[in-house]
């Protein structure tokens, strides 16, 4: 199973939105409810910010958003912060009861 | 909150075998799933494989099918994973990863271990 697509980098300055794009197959994103995305700082341990493709797990900043369409599920972070700069993954449950994730975006908060 | 702590980090030679532990806390549920996620120098996040709380269901990614195999000791809530015929691709932080049932994701995660294979 090959790695989701995300953008290698995105960028944007304080209180501004970015949007992380997450593009699968229907083998995965396009067929499943279960899209996920974790954040993830350098030295630290994945944390859940959205699951279910859109939900927020209990404690997450309403900042952070998730969607899909077709074959490629979207994180958007709006009012960006300077603590949002990290590396965010994607990953999507399969048709075949696996896991995959995506190849990672680095975040940069200006 | 599930707490999960793994083993130390490992030094490896090529070919051979690693056991990589990991031990929960704070859950009542015997129905507690244990995902494995690794992170290689540079690279992204990549999913093992899944297994239950007694070791009697499991399901790893086809590239690690047959070098893999899991111990489950239910008195001490450790879960660990053996990963055999280690190659330089296989140096790497492990992650384990606690799902609560029917959630499919992971809402825990241990410290990491690096494991180095390197002659």
């Known amino acids: 199973q090959s790695a989701l697509t995300q953008p290698a980098s995105v960028s944007g300055s304080p209180g501004q939105s970015i949007t992380i794009s997450c593009s699968g197959t229907?083998?995965?994103?396009?067929?499943?409810?279960?899209v996920f995305w974790y954040q993830h700082h350098p030295d630290k341990a994945p944390k859940l910010m959205i699951f279910?493709?859109?939900r927020r797990p209990s404690g997450i900043s309403i900042r952070f958003s998730g969607s899909k369409s077709g074959n490629t599920a979207s994180l958007t972070i709006s009012g960006l912060q300077p603590e949002d700069e990290a590396d965010y993954y994607c990953?999507?449950?399969?048709?075949?009861?696996?896991?995959?994730f995506g190849s990672g975006t680095k975040l940069t908060v200006l | 909150q599930v707490h999960l702590v793994q083993s130390e980090s490992e030094v490896k030679e090529p070919g051979a075998s690693v056991r990589l532990s990991c031990k929960a806390s704070?859950?009542?549920?015997?129905?507690?799933?244990f995902h494995w996620v690794r992170q290689a120098p540079g690279l992204g996040l990549e999913w093992l494989g899944i297994?239950?709380?007694?070791?009697?269901?499991?399901k790893f990614a086809q590239k690690f099918q047959g070098r893999v195999s899991v111990t489950t000791d239910t008195s001490t809530t450790t879960v660990s994973m053996d990963l055999d015929s280690l190659t330089s691709e296989d140096t790497a932080v492990y992650y384990c990863?606690?799902?609560?049932?029917?959630?499919?994701?992971?809402?825990?995660w241990g410290q990491g271990t690096l494991v180095t294979v390197s002659s």
């Open positions: 990863a606690g799902e609560r049932p029917h959630t499919l994701y992971f809402e825990s």
């Open positions: 704070g859950y009542t549920s015997s129905n507690y799933f």
């Open positions: 297994v239950d709380p007694t070791g009697d269901i499991t």
């Open positions: 229907t083998r995965d994103v396009g067929s499943s409810d279960h």
């Open positions: 279910d493709v859109y």
């Open positions: 990953t999507s449950y399969t048709s075949n009861f696996m896991y995959v």
